[in-house]
Structures are given as C-alpha cells and as structure tokens.
C-alpha cells in the first residue's frame, strides 16, 4: 500500500513538474489557444514562438532578459516580467488588429485565381534578428487543379543588420539575408497533400477561424556534413488559416505562416549555431483571369524595389518597426533600386 501511496504520489509530482514548465498563450475574451506568440527578450532575441496549442516552454526564457515583449499578429500586445510567466496561463488581447477582409474582384470565375497581399519575412541566428524583408505579392493558381502556377512579387524592402560579417569558419557571424524567401503557398490550394507519413498534423477551430500546422523534419539525430560544415536538426512548422467552419479552399483561405528551422557550424566551431527562417503572407484581394501576365520584379536581396511606401498602410504587417525598435540604427534598408 505504502509502495503505491509512493508512486502515485510521485507520478503526482512529475506531472505538476512537467505542467509547470509549459504556458499557454489564450484570447483574453475567448479563452481559445493564441498561436504565433513571438516572445522577445530586452535584447530583441526571439526566445520562443507559440505553437498551434498556444504553447510554449518555460525553458526557453532566462531569467537575466528581466523584460519580455509579446507580439501577436505583427503588433506588440504586451510587455511582462519574468515572474509573470510563473501562472500557466497567460490572458492576451488579440483583438489589436481585426481579421482583414479579402476583397473578392472579377468574381465571374476563369482559369486563374489570384491571391494578392502582404509578406514579411526574417531570419534569426541564435534567436538574434540577421535579415528581414517585406513588400507585396501576387499569387496565380489554376483555378481547376487550385495548383500553384507562379509567385509574383510587385514591391518589397531588404534590410540587413551592418554588423554582420562573412567569417568562412565562423557561420553565427554570417549574413543570411540571402536566406529570406517568399511565402511559398505551394499547397495552400489542396491542404490533404499535406497528409504523408513524413508530416505531423494538428488542427485548431478558433472562434473567429480554423487553423492547420504541419510540422515535418529531417537529421533530427545525426549531423550531415559537407565542406567541413554540419548540417542538423532541420525542422519546418507551417501553419495556414482559413474561414471559421469553411471547406478551406483558396476562397476560404486567411493566413500563411512558416518557419525553417536548422542547426548548423564549421567542424572547427565547439557548438551549433540556431538558424531560423520565418515567412508570413496575409491576403488582401482575390481574382479571377483568364490570362495569367501580372507585373511583377525581381526579389534582389541586395537592394529594395518599391515605388510608393506600401507599409504605412495601417493593414500592413510592419515587423520592421519593432526590430527597429530594438536595433536602431544598426538595421539598415538596402538601396531602393525601382
């Protein structure tokens, strides 16, 4: 009896431990999971990134960052301490920013649909801002396979951070700003392609919309080499929205997230080097065409290329601004070459 008073007890304890060490990111006024959190520290490192249960682990933040800054949905929704995050709930406003409606144009249906909106994109090393660009782009998929036919980015700005360096055997110096992609969106039209034996899928009905996150990964347990550098842990989190309680087609859809996740050093480096790539696409227009020619530039990652200030509309998924608040003057926009 007193053997098993013992182990209950125990099992008791280790599942408080384990509790303990995760939060929970939820709506103030929903109470509903809120994934995507982003937890800044004083120093502007993302130190964690809620999943699709608005998850995150206690172990990720130190104690030494004193300050953390909440941002959800590219807006800053709330600066804690680290004691605040001793309660394994967390209460956020998430209604900062209301759900853009999509604008539907040439509703009479034709052999293209186009998908138009707003991208950010950025990537860390160590949690550390490296890179970060934005601008608009214009979708095309055939509208009788919903497959992807092209990407067409219109306008975008590149910045970089000035005290990146390119050491060869010193890769956590390096400038990653040619690792900035464009959302790819490639099955955004057919979701159950998602559905193989290499993806995890998760799905979460909020109650504004419903989300999907497929997460998938290679060389989680071995390194793979190549020129002396290694290459490990790769990890890819993808999460798309779409109407509350809809079919989820390209009609329904709301939202795309991804991030890109790898471990990487020089084989003369003593530790891996945390490399993050994040890539955000939000909609603002829907239509339809017969003919698939849209104008459109080249995504130079030296320079950028716009010809009106597109990100101050107030829509607009602006995460510079925040950066920049952290970084000043040290994240600098490369050359507008229009």
């Not at 995050?85 to 649909?113: C, G, L």
């Not at 798309?240 to 989820?248: A, L, N, R, V, Y």
């Amino acid at each position: 009896m007193k053997t098993k008073l013992f182990l209950y007890s125990f099992c008791l304890f280790i599942y408080s431990f384990i509790q303990a060490q995760t939060i929970t990111f939820v709506s103030e006024k929903s109470n509903h999971p809120l994934p995507r959190v982003s937890v800044f520290g004083k120093d502007g490192t993302i130190l964690a990134y809620s999943d699709i249960e608005g998850k995150i682990d206690k172990k990720s933040l130190s104690p030494s960052q004193e300050k953390f800054q909440l941002v959800y949905n590219n807006f800053p929704v709330a600066t804690l301490s680290y004691t605040d995050f001793d309660q394994p709930i967390i209460k956020i406003n998430d209604q900062v920013k209301e759900i853009e409606t999509v604008v539907i144009k040439n509703s009479k249906p034709a052999k293209y649909i186009f998908i138009k909106g707003n991208f950010n994109a950025y990537v860390t090393v160590n949690n550390k801002l490296n890179s970060y660009a934005d601008g608009i782009v214009t979708y095309i998929f055939d509208n009788k396979t919903k497959k992807l036919k092209s990407t067409n980015v219109e306008q975008y700005r590149i910045f970089r951070l000035t005290e990146a360096k390119n050491e060869k055997k010193e890769t956590s110096s390096w400038d990653y700003g040619n690792s900035l992609n464009i959302p790819k969106l490639k099955n955004v039209g057919n979701p159950e392609e998602y559905k193989t034996n290499k993806n995890v899928i998760r799905e979460l009905k909020g109650d504004r919309k419903d989300q999907i996150e497929v997460t998938g990964g290679i060389l989680r347990e071995k390194e793979f080499s190549f020129f002396g550098y290694r290459f490990y842990d790769i990890r890819t989190i993808l999460n798309m929205s779409f109407e509350k309680g809809s079919e989820k087609t390209l009609k329904d859809f709301l939202e795309y997230n991804e991030l890109f996740f790898v471990k990487l050093k020089h084989k003369s480096e003593p530790d891996y080097n945390q490399i993050a790539g994040y890539t955000n696409f939000y909609p603002t227009e829907l239509s339809f065409n017969n003919d698939n020619d849209i104008e459109k530039v080249k995504f130079n990652k030296e320079n950028s290329n716009y010809q009106i200030p597109y990100w101050q509309d107030a829509s607009f998924p602006n995460m510079q601004t925040i950066f920049s608040s952290f970084f000043k003057g040290d994240l600098k926009e490369m050359p507008n070459k229009q």
